[in-house]
Nanobody, 123 residues
């Protein structure tokens, strides 16, 4: 079992930046990659970015390319999402996820989920 705990959400003005962290504990050795998704009420959970366990491969949604950066600290089993040039449409609950298989934009590709952290971008 793997536990994921997100932190770093909050309220920021449009154009600002936020940094989210996701710490993995338990038995992360079987994890091949981690990702961030986001969700607003009434909509499906949306893929944001994925990073391989080694950190050498990343996959970004078009909507965040050039604005968000994912990184991984393997010594701490932590994934960081640096978000810049934030827009009101980035407002959502952001979820950290971990997978034991291949990456994908479908949430079903991921086996473990955090509890989520709220990000609110004001205009």
């Amino acid at each position: 079992q793997v536990e994921l705990v997100e932190s770093g959400g909050g309220l920021v003005q449009a154009g600002g930046s936020l940094r989210l962290s996701c710490a993995a504990s338990g038995r992360p050795s079987g994890i091949y990659g981690m990702a961030w998704f986001r969700q607003v009420p009434g909509k499906d959970r949306e893929f944001v970015v994925d990073i391989s366990y080694s950190g050498s491969n990343t996959y970004y949604a078009d909507s965040v390319k050039g604005r968000f950066t994912i990184s991984k600290d393997n010594t701490k089993n932590t994934v960081i999402l640096q978000m810049s040039s934030l827009k009101p449409e980035d407002t959502a609950v952001y979820y950290c996820a971990a997978r034991r298989g291949a990456p994908g934009q479908n949430p079903r590709a991921y086996d473990y989920w955090g509890q989520g952290t709220q990000v609110t971008v004001s205009s």
